[in-house]
């Protein structure tokens, strides 16, 4: 599946090694997995993946199914939008007392 670019307001890009541009955007997520919901903030955001802080620690290779909630005016749009994606936890760690995960993103669509 293909990744459209959409250009978001407001946010700076961070270059890396990675492939995909990476946003650092502060975004409420919902991820459920084995059954399990898990609440999440993006530290930031890329058409491939995330990395989240959690409020409860989730396990290295972990399929999961995610919710982005993406307020108006975030990527240009001017109501309320959607992320749902599904994907795999590849990194699982601690850091300044708060687990966090990152996320390979294998399939999106908006909602």
């Not at 250009?7 to 995909?20: E, F, H, I, K, T």
């Not at 959690?54 to 108006?72: A, C, N, T, Y």
């Not at 109501?79 to 999106?108: N, Q």
Request: glycine share 8%.
């Amino acid at each position: 599946m293909g990744f459209a670019v959409v250009p978001l307001s407001g946010a700076r890009r961070c270059r890396s090694m990675r492939g995909a541009v990476r946003y650092p955007l502060h975004l409420r997520v919902t991820l459920v997995a084995e059954g399990q919901d898990y609440q999440a903030i993006t530290e930031d955001l890329s058409a491939s993946g995330a990395l989240l802080r959690l409020e409860k620690p989730m396990r290295l290779g972990q399929d999961v199914e995610f919710l982005v909630e993406i307020p108006s005016g975030v990527l240009e749009l001017s109501m309320t939008a959607a992320l749902h994606c599904s994907g795999k936890i590849v990194r699982s760690f601690w850091k300044a007392g708060h687990p966090w995960a990152a996320v390979v993103i294998d399939e999106y669509r908006f909602q």
